[in-house]
T-cell receptor, first 113, second 111 residues
Framework: NAGVTQTPKFQVLKTGQSMTLQCAQD?????MSWYRQDPGMGLRLIHY???????DQGEVPNGYNVSRSTTEDFPLRLLSAAPSQTSVYFC????????????FGPGTRLTVT | GQQLNQSPQSMFIQEGEDVSMNCTSS?????WLWYKQDPGEGPVLLIA?????ELTSNGRLTAQFGITRKDSFLNISASIPSDVGIYFC???????????FGTGTSLTVIP
């Protein structure tokens, strides 16, 4: 089991560029989430999904899109990158049987210049 | 968004000492969680608490769900160097699926 994998590990973008952060899990978990982590702040929820085809907004969704076409994958799209989106992004998954036991990926460190 | 106030922000302790940290909120939470994050890694769940007054242990770690449902506490006994990291609390409101995270407590253990 690889658990939760995220790619890329590091990324530098220019303002206005778009990109997709990839997240995959091999635990057949129903729930998946994207968080961002900024210095001095806890993790903040961007978007989440309770199953394939179902997504919902979290605390800070603006500037990000998600889709969930399969159970395994939950990509996060930045439509037009801004310096305020410089952050570390974490993907997490959990099962319906244990929704609170989220397994986090290793993170993607994104810098927008 | 919800504000979870975590204290202290950082701690420097000698190996073998006990550690206490807490998390408070102005809102009532249904579930409290405690995570540890090592540098360059994602958070790892340590303890989950599901009802007011609950006291749960995981090895040298003990966490409590406050009676008011607005706070939670984490204690680490007899600290060791591998306890170094950032500890986060997280809570889930009575309604909704979202978890809200505290700002973290950075723990340094001096051998």
């Amino acid at each position: 089991n690889a658990g939760v994998t995220q790619t890329p590990k590091f990324q530098v973008l220019k303002t206005g560029q778009s990109m997709t952060l990839q997240c995959a899990q091999d635990m057949n978990h129903e729930y998946m989430s994207w968080y961002r982590q900024d210095p001095g702040m806890g993790l903040r929820l961007i978007h989440y999904s309770v199953g394939a085809g179902i997504t919902d907004q979290g605390e800070v969704p603006n500037g990000y899109n998600v889709s969930r076409s399969t159970t395994e994958d939950f990509p996060l799209r930045l439509l037009s990158a801004a310096p305020s989106q410089t952050s570390v992004y974490f993907c997490a998954s959990s099962s319906r049987a244990g929704p609170y036991e989220q397994y986090f990926g290793p993170g993607t460190r994104l810098t927008v210049t | 968004g919800q504000q979870l106030n975590q204290s202290p922000q950082s701690m420097f302790i000698q190996e073998g000492e006990d550690v206490s940290m807490n998390c408070t909120s102005s809102s009532i939470f249904n579930t409290w969680l405690w995570y540890k994050q090592d540098p360059g890694e994602g958070p790892v769940l340590l303890i989950a608490l599901y009802k007011a007054g609950e006291l749960t242990s995981n090895g040298r770690l003990t966490a409590q769900f406050g009676i008011t449902r607005k706070d939670s506490f984490l204690n680490i006994s007899a600290s060791i160097p591998s306890d170094v990291g950032i500890y986060f609390c997280a809570g889930q409101l009575r309604t909704g699926n979202q978890f809200y995270f505290g700002t973290g407590t950075s723990l340094t253990v001096i051998p």
